[in-house]
């Protein structure tokens, strides 16, 4: 959008007056018109108490320019002039107006509103992740290596199998998803692959580390709990 500033003269009265015309030398063919300057932008409307006024002669359809005016006809446009009902003065602002200053508000309380949620939901999960039982399910960032070597790197879920003292017992959904795009059917039945023991401690902080696993060593990060 460009901004656009226009004047408008608005009619705002005429009057016709008895004078001889200095142009044709006629007499009662001369109006006054009076006009009202209003000044629009692409965003607002602006009425003033500017007025200008033009001579008009009927019998030539001419303008007569002020230079040429006689002191009558002066006297006539002070007096009429100040006659006229005006439109107040006054300054209104269009729906543009309003959009450029409401739409940064909504974006601001859009954003600040999803984070505030985002937040919410995250503390929630880390409550419900410290709390863990038996039959829960987890979503892991999983990384499993061998001699430092990444083997595989991909998302997966785990069903808590048992908890006790600071050990618990996962078991692998058979599913490793390494793309991003797998459905994961969460069924009890579908976790059929190891067993893992890690530390409680670490599980509670979204962490899964083996405890005892001299072989294949993993990490993981809890994603999101699911009861
Ligand atoms: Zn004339």
Redesign the pocket.
């Known amino acids: 959008m460009y901004y656009n500033v226009t004047d408008y003269y608005d009619p705002v009265g005429a009057k016709q007056i008895p004078s001889k ?1 200095p ?2 030398g ?1 007499s009662n ?2 109006e006054l018109l009076f006009y009202q300057k209003r000044i629009e932008t692409s965003f607002s409307k602006k009425v003033t108490t500017k007025v200008s006024g033009v001579l008009f ?1 009927d ?2 359809q001419s303008e007569i320019a002020p230079v040429l005016w006689n002191d009558e006809i002066e006297q006539y446009y002070v007096l009429e002039k100040s006659k006229l009902n005006l439109q107040p003065k006054k300054l209104s602002f269009n729906k543009w107006f309003y959009c450029l200053i409401i739409l940064p508000l909504i974006l601001i309380a859009t954003t600040i509103g999803y984070n505030i949620y985002e937040e919410e939901s995250y503390i929630d999960e880390t409550k419900a992740i410290e709390q863990v039982h038996v039959g829960e399910k987890v979503m892991v960032l999983y990384t499993t290596t061998d001699s430092n070597n990444v083997t595989d790197n991909g998302t997966t879920w785990f069903l808590v199998k048992k908890i006790e003292a600071d050990s618990i017992w996962v078991q692998r959904h058979e599913v490793f998803d390494t793309e991003g795009d797998v459905h994961f059917d969460l069924a009890a039945s579908k976790f059929t692959r190891e067993t893992l023991k890690a530390s409680l401690t670490q599980f509670k902080t979204r962490g899964l580390f083996g405890h005892d696993y001299p072989s294949q060593k993993f990490s993981g990060y809890i994603t999101t709990l699911q009861k």
């Open positions: 015309c142009g044709c006629t063919c001369l002669c019998n030539t």
